[in-house]
């Protein structure tokens, strides 16, 4: 019996001690694939500017709800008890030892010749000025997770093209060792093919630090658990769509979330000018109330025979007359506001315009360049491919064949770096048209 038990415990140890290693491999060996659209996907999930951004469209609605209060009935409810201590004789029949006040009231502005009007619909495009500035903020995450991703892709290939560059080297070393064994290479050959063999090392090496760096860079975008490896799921694509700049202009113009906001923020100054003007002018309300109060010497608790209803209902003009220049103050206030807002638009406009135009021209020129480095890729490595032979044959030198892999290698590093640059510009562009380039739509409106 007892060896049974005991054997049913080894058992369990043995059972945990697996399930534990298994935990570990499996924890250790955790692979997080990320793709592009996974990479915007988190970047902005986890962006606490974008939550900025929507904390401020909160705070602007909630100014929008402050103003627009004063076109809505005011109503409030008072109650009140007090003990009279002291009191002139001269003054007794106005006042009681006891008193005590309940009542409701209300009051409702009915014509200010649009000062309130004015001023609702000024608080309510800074709303709409609010989601265009967070919309701007998404595109600039957009651009900058991007960014990111395509850095990673490109350290990743990089590393790629240069250990395939090392294995390269390494078979060009045993092409050597072969011919070797037929007594046709020098003991000058043999050294130098090492040391090429040794130069790739730190190449390789300086490769993947970069493309480690990158990857951290990339976790903390999408905000990834150093526990979690990444490995990025696809590659740069192989055909971009050409663009037309007159197009491109139309759809930033109409699009981008900056001017737009600017253009909402100019629609509310002038709200805000409309308002300020017209605070100079009368404003008409009306009110109302009703209370139920009395007063009394002997009971510090009326009774209801004590206690009577008022009634009260009226009309109220404001006339500002003189306020020490407080409104004329404000309304210079409001249309330097206005005035700094269309400059700011005019100004940003054309920065734009400068920045969209750049990126349209280097877009063009790497679509260009990718033609010739695909070209060059090819012919580098047919080249390579045949030097390689000759180098067999003995019809090449060993210099010859490590400038033909050198070649080869240099030329997939261009193709790569093309490919990054083209895909960075491509996304400037995108982030400038906030995604919204749709060519046949734009003609037909134009």
């Known amino acids: 019996m007892k060896k049974q038990i005991l054997l049913i415990i080894n058992l369990s140890i043995a059972a945990v001690f697996a399930l534990n290693v298994y935990a570990g491999y499996a924890a250790e060996g955790s692979i997080l694939q990320i793709s592009l659209d996974e990479t915007i996907k988190r970047a902005l999930a986890t962006s606490e500017e974008l939550k900025i951004k929507e904390r401020e469209i909160d705070r602007a609605q909630g100014v929008y709800r402050e103003t627009r209060s004063g076109i809505l009935p005011h109503i409030s409810a008072e109650l009140s008890w007090s003990h009279n201590l002291d009191y002139p004789d001269s003054a007794a029949s106005s006042y009681s030892d006891h008193e005590f006040n309940s009542g409701v009231s209300a009051s409702q502005i009915l014509w200010s010749f ?30 900058t997770a991007k960014l990111s991703y395509y850095s990673s892709l490109l350290a990743r290939n990089a590393l790629s093209i240069t250990e395939k560059s090392y294995a390269n080297v390494l078979e060009n070393k045993k092409l050597l060792g072969d011919r070797s064994y037929g007594g046709r290479s020098s003991k000058y050959e043999i050294i130098r093919m090492n040391a090429e063999v040794a130069s790739r090392i730190p190449t390789v090496n300086e490769a993947r630090t970069q493309f480690d760096s990158a990857t951290e860079t990339l976790r903390k975008i999408i905000d990834v658990d150093l526990e979690s490896k990444i490995e990025l799921s696809g590659d740069f694509q192989g055909k971009y769509d050409d663009f037309k700049f007159e197009t491109l202009v139309a759809v930033m113009n109409e699009y981008e979330p900056s001017l737009q906001s600017f253009s909402k923020a100019i629609e509310s100054a002038e709200e805000k000018v409309k308002s300020r ?15 139920y109060r009395g007063g009394s010497n002997e009971h510090p608790f009326l009774n209801g025979n004590e206690l009577d209803n008022y009634s009260l209902a009226g009309f109220k003009v404001s006339i500002p007359i003189w306020e020490g220049g407080e409104k004329q103050a404000q309304l210079t206030q409001s249309k330097a506001d206005k005035e700094i807002a269309v400059l700011k638009k005019k100004q940003l406009g054309k920065n734009l315009l400068l920045e969209l135009k750049k990126a349209y021209l280097v877009y063009k020129q790497y679509k260009e360049n990718l033609k010739a480095n695909i ?61 919204q380039y749709d060519e046949q739509r734009t003609d037909k409106k134009s």
């Open 114 to 143: 649009g000062k309130i009007a004015y001023a609702v619909n000024s608080a309510k495009k800074t709303v709409e000025a609010s989601r265009f500035n967070r919309e701007a903020g998404r595109q600039e995450i957009i651009y």
């Open 277 to 291: 003007h017209a605070s100079f002018l009368p404003t008409l309300s009306a009110f109302a109330s009703w209370s």
């Open 375 to 435: 070209d060059a890729v090819n012919l580098a490595e047919e080249s390579f491919k045949q030097t390689q032979e000759m180098f067999a044959s003995g019809q090449v030198t060993l210099t010859d064949l490590n400038d033909a892999e050198l070649l080869l290698t240099n030329q997939r590093l261009n193709k790569e770096a093309t490919l990054f640059n083209i895909n960075i510009t491509l996304a400037e562009i995108e982030k400038l048209i906030a995604g």
